[in-house]
């Protein structure tokens, strides 16, 4: 009986850190094989606001923080137990690879849709209809990217089967403004829904909300561009010290050796602690929220 109570408490353990493993590892990025199954498989539509990385992004990611941190730890401590130690954090890489790859996802999607809105416009100017316009602006996006995976190619896809089974555009549209989550694309759906439901003059208001829009996006692509070359000249910036520290560790082995011993290793300490300081505070500035 109590081999039994002890095997059942055994096995419960086990489920319990199971459990936990896997949810660390949900947390570090990693899917579990149901969720790819079902990706995979192509059974829902495509959830902007989340990033679901393959077992090999997954891989890739975490082999490159986990030598990232190796680097970084054996050009200050010179200790292989030490670094192989802290390179375990890698593990946690997977999840700002995936942050980076959702939000180059998201930017990708508004130069697009940027580019729908003036196909759009002069769909519109030439007289067609809302749907035709749209069906024409799909032509124009497969001239535009050849590509059959580019995101809103697939989404205008959608709409056009929509449309022929006779569901309302602005049903079709606001499906793809909730799952994208982009508020440029959401303020087009509602002032096309507000438009409908008022008997407004459409084609005037689908017209200058397409031009402020457009606009929009690309005063906010000139930010991005600006915000992307200081990102590029902070990380130079973050990356000298670790190859000042390494050439005078090769150059002048004998000047660097009291750094490894003693109070020499509180000092590197502080310094690392200081430059990881200095990376987080800049990352926070440059992430600006447009």
């Not at 002890?6 to 459990?19: C, M, Y």
């Not at 090999?56 to 200050?76: C, D, K, P």
């Not at 409908?196 to 929009?216: A, Q, Y």
């Not at 020499?264 to 990881?276: F, K, S």
Request: glycine share 8%.
């Amino acid at each position: 009986m109590n081999g039994h109570r002890g095997t059942g408490a055994l096995k419960n353990r086990r489920s319990q850190l199971g459990g936990r493993l896997q949810r660390a590892l949900e947390w570090c990025g990693w899917e579990s094989r149901s969720m790819l199954a079902h990706i995979k498989a192509g059974r829902s539509l495509t959830n902007y606001g989340q990033y679901h990385l393959t077992r090999s992004q997954f891989v890739v990611a975490a082999v490159a923080g986990a030598l990232l941190i190796y680097g970084a730890v054996y050009l200050f401590y010179h200790s292989i137990f030490l670094s192989f130690m802290l390179a375990s954090l890698g593990i946690a890489a997977p999840r700002y690879r995936r942050r980076s790859l959702l939000q180059q996802r998201k930017e990708r999607l508004k130069l697009q849709f940027k580019e729908a809105l003036f196909s759009l416009t002069s769909s519109l100017a030439a007289g067609r209809s809302l749907e035709n316009a749209f069906l024409s602006t799909l032509d124009d996006l497969k001239l535009l990217y050849p590509d059959p995976r580019t995101e809103l190619l697939i989404e205008f896809q959608i709409v056009h089967f929509r449309l022929e089974n006779a569901e309302p555009l602005e049903y079709a549209l606001r499906n793809f403004a909730d799952r994208a989550g982009i508020d440029e694309i959401t303020q087009f759906v509602d002032a096309l829904a507000a438009c409908k439901r008022s008997g407004g003059d459409l084609l005037e208001v689908m017209k200058r909300t397409s031009v402020i829009i457009s606009e929009k996006l690309g005063t906010e692509q000139e930010i991005a561009v600006m915000v992307a070359q200081k990102r590029f000249e902070g990380r130079i910036m973050m990356a000298v010290p670790f190859f000042f520290l390494a050439f005078l560790g090769l150059a002048a082995p004998d000047y660097m050796a009291p750094l490894y011993g003693g109070v020499g290793y509180l000092l590197l300490t502080a310094a690392l602690l200081l430059l990881i300081l200095c990376f987080w505070t800049m990352a926070k500035i440059m992430s600006i929220q447009m």
